[in-house]
């Protein structure tokens, strides 16, 4: 059995702060994996995909993965209330994502 | 249009009702996948397609679903003699080839009376 473990939050951060969001799998054979943001009442929003170890910026959000303690986490700089919404970390072995149940964030102004 | 087309957003269905939900993926892309979300929680992977083989399905919870994608293109996912436990959202997403990142449509959220 595939696992994609996150922390369901809420995640409460102010305004300005990084959030720090964090997710385990238990697949050693896993490849690829992703972050999607989701809106409440909308479809899951690729944000940032990571392959190999190590760090990945993009704009304000920054993707860190390490494979031999399966772990995977986003930092998001200077957080706004536009980014409040659930986080889900994706994880992929061959073909088919498997998906953590979400952390909600939410950026309070 | 450019991005994963379902159809409909919204479906209300008298519990027995068959129920067919349609995915337009986008253009060329190889990977099609079926996920079902219910309230509060992440998608659960249900079957993927690659062209028109459909290559798992044992994210399927009954054998009251089926999916096809005859042409290797757009998807039917089909529930038979539904129950209230199949009350979520169904979200279709599409990839260009395996191992990279997939997209999501907007889903079809299906409640069952």
């Known amino acids: 059995q595939k696992e994609v473990e996150q922390n369901s939050g809420p995640l409460s951060v102010p305004e300005g702060a990084i959030a720090s969001l964090n997710c385990t799998y238990s697949?050693?054979?896993?490849?690829?994996f992703f972050w999607y943001r989701q809106y409440s009442g909308k479809s899951p929003e690729l944000i940032m995909s990571?392959?190999?170890?190590g760090d990945k910026e993009d704009g304000r959000f920054t993707a860190q993965l390490n494979k031999a303690s399966q772990y995977v986490s986003l930092l998001i700089r200077d957080s706004q209330p536009s980014d409040s919404a659930t986080y889900l970390c994706?994880?992929?072995?061959?073909?088919?994502?498997?998906f953590g149940r979400g952390t909600s964030l939410i950026v309070h102004p | 249009g450019a991005g994963v087309s379902q159809s409909p957003r919204y479906k209300v269905a008298k519990r027995g009702q068959d129920v067919a939900l349609r995915c337009d993926p986008i253009?060329?892309?190889?990977?099609l996948f079926w996920y079902q979300q219910a309230l509060g929680q992440g998608p659960e992977f249900l079957t993927y397609?690659?062209?028109?083989?459909?290559?798992?399905k044992s994210g399927l919870p009954s054998d009251r679903f089926f999916a096809e994608r005859p042409e290797g293109s757009v998807s039917t996912l089909k529930i038979q003699r539904t129950q209230q436990e199949d009350s979520a959202v169904y979200l279709c997403?599409?990839?260009?080839?395996?191992?990279?990142?997939?997209?999501f449509g907007q889903g079809t959220r299906l409640t069952v009376v």
């Open positions: 997403a599409s990839s260009p080839s395996t191992g990279v990142e997939a997209f």
């Open positions: 697949d050693r054979g896993s490849q690829s």
């Open positions: 990571i392959y190999s170890n």
């Open positions: 994706a994880v992929k072995h061959s073909t088919t994502p498997t």
């Open positions: 253009s060329g892309h190889v990977s």
């Open positions: 397609f690659q062209n028109e083989a459909q290559l798992d």
